[in-house]
């Protein structure tokens, strides 16, 4: 099993350090078939970012190396997160699932950003921090048997951490680090502080995403072994080498 948890003051660092070890993974996956057959290095990896790394990603702030790493291409995959999207050319959106992927017994459709929103709102007014806050883009009736795409991010949740800060947690099935990661996270994160955490005066004080499946398509492996090591903010490094204590990762 190649499995490893990283936990980061740096969103840049973080993509680094997981491309770092998910390249070396004996671990192999195969998806599609026939002439659209693509091979990839998997790992089950989970990723942590802290308050710092969450402002990161918030700011758009990515590894150079990072296929991600312009504001352009950022701005325009986030267009397909905003209200009025047409989705009718994907199998699914993101937001199109949570607002309106399920059915309630009066046939009216569940906005599951309206419920982390309003279950938010109950753990700061009830002080608490409660796991029963979460929602999901998996629907069975929808994917089981649908042979169309399956929502890669899977299941969400946010919880209050005291003091304005709350906690979000991502279950993610399949994930390509090299050409979807650091878009995902960027869009994911802005879509729940926009509509969850903001709306409820609250911060981000720590992100974790458990990947089921992380890989790099093995075309792009040559890329992935040259990508550069980024230094260090010098008022966060005694931070970091607690975060690689604690994770193992000295």
């Not at 950022?74 to 994907?90: A, N, Q």
């Not at 029963?132 to 629907?139: C, M």
Request: proline share 4%; glycine share 4%.
């Amino acid at each position: 099993m190649y499995a490893r948890t990283i936990i980061e003051t740096s969103f840049p660092k973080a993509w680094e350090r997981a491309v770092e070890f998910v390249r070396e993974s004996p671990m192999n996956l195969t998806f599609g078939g026939g002439k659209e057959v693509k091979h990839a290095v998997d790992s089950q990896t989970t990723i942590i970012l802290d308050k710092h790394a969450n402002l990161d990603v918030l700011n758009w702030k990515c590894h150079p190396d990072d296929p991600w790493s312009t504001e352009n291409k950022i701005r325009e995959y986030l267009k397909e997160y905003e209200k009025g999207f047409d989705e009718s050319i994907f199998d699914y959106t993101y937001r199109g699932r949570l607002e309106k992927g399920f059915i309630d017994s009066d046939g009216e459709p569940i906005n599951q950003l309206e419920v982390l929103r309003e279950g938010l709102a109950i753990q700061i007014e009830e002080d608490l921090s409660s796991n029963r806050n979460i929602a999901t883009t998996f629907n069975p009736t929808l994917d089981i048997k649908s042979g169309k795409a399956i929502p890669c991010w899977n299941e969400i949740s946010v919880r209050y951490e005291k003091g304005g800060w709350v906690s979000v947690h991502d279950l993610f099935r399949s994930h390509d680090l090299f050409d979807a990661w650091s878009a995902n996270k960027i869009a994911t994160t802005k879509l729940l502080y926009d509509e969850v955490i903001k709306p409820n005066n609250c911060k981000i004080l720590h992100s974790s995403e458990y990947n089921i499946s992380l890989h790099i398509y093995k075309y792009d492996l040559d890329y992935a072994n040259n990508i550069k090591k980024l230094s260090r903010n010098p008022q966060l490094l005694s931070l970091q080498k607690y975060y690689d204590e604690i994770s193992g990762n000295m």
